[in-house]
């Protein structure tokens, strides 16, 4: 259990010795170590790349240690810089309101909720007065805070860093002397962040956190960052059979990647892409939407896409008007712009009755029982109600 904690999907330890150590006496003597993984709730839903984290946080729940879930809800409205080419515009506290209210459901998919601390950040950010925030900051220099790549290669580009975005690794190592954590979780480009919680939790006179960074997932296009803002995301809450046929398109090199990173499956050495990518989908859809749901995934898309066959059950698409424009009739699918819509059109993405639809002004006569197809993945019954 313990090798499976240190080694499967982690990037690296700090300090591994220490950290093997209390984990072997915590073995011995039951106790608990507090085990925290910081979020901010900077969207409403999470996709798989999010899982990463939650997934270590989940094996060390099941390995009997207490696993605390911070919900950056104070840190969300200033956006952590890690990894960004610019200033992070900052939520409002009522969209991360919004945000929040989808957001523990989703991690409930990967975390058992009922043995879970979940704490949310404001409880103790904003209770702070300005003497306590300078007495805070007064434990770090300029010179260390812009070390970070993300902050040297700004200011070398004469990009600007707001002075807010310095607070940020500050205000998550805070988090970690108020929940005395023992261990902290967190993506390769959250190092610089740990850390921080190290240095502080020493010169508040506490044994500072050890730390477990992990890697960060590829989206879809194979290259960057899986990211619901370049769109190459798997969304936790997507359709079986959108994210079966999202699966089936992660690049080749990936796969081991995604097998060690995302499941507890090994990646079957020797098979070929394809076969490896089925039984992939076949084990994410099943995580995420039971076994009925995979096998169902599975038929549909070798009925699709190998047998050249539209799905047995799709979506309906109930329409009160006769004739429609078709940029309007993609916005009823769910398309969430008529940019989105227009791009898809002009790409060549959508059909209605196997017919290619290039104009995005055209307006599409309404007929019962038609297929829009949008993209390779998604289909619709239309259904006239006029």
């Known amino acids: ?3 499976k904690l240190l080694t499967r999907g982690v990037s690296e330890v700090i300090v591994q010795e220490d950290l093997e150590k209390v984990l072997r006496q915590a073995q011995d003597s039951g106790q608990k170590l507090r085990v925290k993984l910081g979020i901010d709730p900077t969207a409403p839903d999470l996709h798989l790349g999010h899982t990463v984290p939650l997934r270590k946080l989940r094996q060390f729940q099941d390995a009997g240690h207490q696993a605390i879930l911070i919900i950056g809800d104070y840190t969300a409205m200033i956006g952590d810089p890690s990894g960004r080419v610019g200033t992070r515009e900052p ?3 009522e969209k991360i309101q ?27 950010f904003s209770k702070l007065n300005f003497a306590d925030i300078l007495k805070l900051v007064s434990n770090f220099t300029v010179q260390q805070l812009i070390q970070r790549e993300d902050f040297s290669k700004r200011l070398e580009e004469n990009r600007p860093v707001g002075e807010h975005e310095l607070l940020y690794p500050i205000m998550q190592a805070y988090d970690s002397v108020v929940l005395k954590a023992d261990l902290e979780l967190g993506g390769v480009d959250q190092k610089l962040n740990l ?50 046929g999202k699966i089936m398109s992660v690049p080749d090199e990936l796969l081991p990647k995604y097998y060690e990173c995302l499941t507890d499956a090994e990646f079957p050495l020797g098979e070929d892409p394809r076969t490896a990518k089925l ?14 749901a995979a096998e169902a ?17 799709m979506p309906e698409l109930r329409i009160t008007d006769s004739e429609l424009r078709i940029v ?22 959508v059909k209605i009755d196997d017919e290619v639809k290039n104009n995005p002004n055209e307006i599409i006569k309404i007929k019962n029982e038609s297929v829009l197809q949008i993209g390779k993945r998604k289909f619709f019954k239309l259904k006239t109600r006029y």
Do not use: C
């Open 1 to 3: 259990m313990i090798d």
């Open 279 to 292: 039984a992939l989908g076949r084990i994410i859809v099943e995580m995420y939407h039971g076994q009925k």
């Open 195 to 244: 850390l921080a919680g190290r240095q502080l939790m020493e010169k508040m006179g506490m044994k500072p956190q050890n730390i477990l960074t992990l890697p960060l997932i590829e989206g879809l296009d194979g290259v960057k960052k899986m990211s619901k803002s370049l769109g190459n995301y798997i969304a936790l809450d997507a359709e079986p059979n959108e994210m079966f």
């Open 98 to 124: 919004s945000n929040l209210k989808r957001f523990l459901e989703h991690a409930g998919k990967v975390l058992d909720l009922k043995n879970l601390e979940v704490r949310y950040n404001s409880e103790w």
């Open 328 to 349: 309007d009739l993609l916005l009823m699918t769910g398309v969430k712009s008529k940019s989105e819509a227009r791009r898809l059109i002009e790409q060549g993405g």
């Open 91 to 93: 939520l409002t506290e």
């Open 297 to 313: 995934a599975v038929e549909n898309f070798i009925n699709v896409f190998s047998n050249k066959e539209k799905p047995k059950d």
